[in-house]
């Protein structure tokens, strides 16, 4: 079955742009698109970046998963590319296109102090949304950026909370 994407929400395009913004990422996408895999594989190939990847993934509802029986006969995850296509209709103003993409870019130790910053305000409980975009002085479609880009906070309704597996 050939799923396809619709991204109508820019904050959308963060986590599509970064599922393949490394080699390792992008060479793991490649072989969960073609074939499952299992994070023992995608390890013995490619290390803890490997198995970081499918996570991301995971979180970002790129794979779908199953559990099938090893060699070993003890059952283990396996991956797969949910989708196989990605339609992308989307229109914003200029301002909001500027922070989508800053955010998507953003070099990768400014954005880990900024979700640690995230991470540490949201706390256990969660956060409203507009409560820490207010915090943090940014917008609402930054934040959304911000906290789509993250392995480790995720959207539940208005609140932003730590991502759980």
């Known amino acids: 079955m050939n799923r396809i994407k619709v991204v109508s929400e820019l904050a959308e395009l963060v986590p599509i742009l970064r599922a393949v913004d490394t080699d390792v990422r992008r060479e793991v996408f490649k072989e969960v698109s073609n074939d499952w895999r299992t994070a023992n594989q995608v390890q013995e ?16 509802k790129l794979v779908e998963t199953k559990w099938q029986t090893s060699a070993s006969a003890s059952p283990e995850k396996a991956y797969h590319a949910f989708y ?6 989307a229109s914003a103003p200029v301002q909001e296109m500027s922070d989508i993409l800053s955010v998507a870019m953003m070099p990768e130790p400014k954005y880990k102090k900024l979700e640690e910053r995230l991470c540490k ?6 956060k409203f949304a507009g409560d820490l975009a207010d915090e ?25 909370q730590k991502f759980e597996d």
């Open 45 to 60: 190939k490619y290390g803890t970046e490997g198995v970081e990847a499918l996570h991301f993934f995971e979180k970002l």
């Open 84 to 89: 196989g296509s990605f339609h992308i209709n």
């Open 121 to 126: 305000s949201v706390g256990e409980e969660g």
């Open 136 to 160: 943090l002085a940014v917008s609402q479609t930054m934040l959304r950026a911000l906290v789509k880009r993250s392995s480790r906070l995720d959207f539940r309704g208005h609140r932003v």
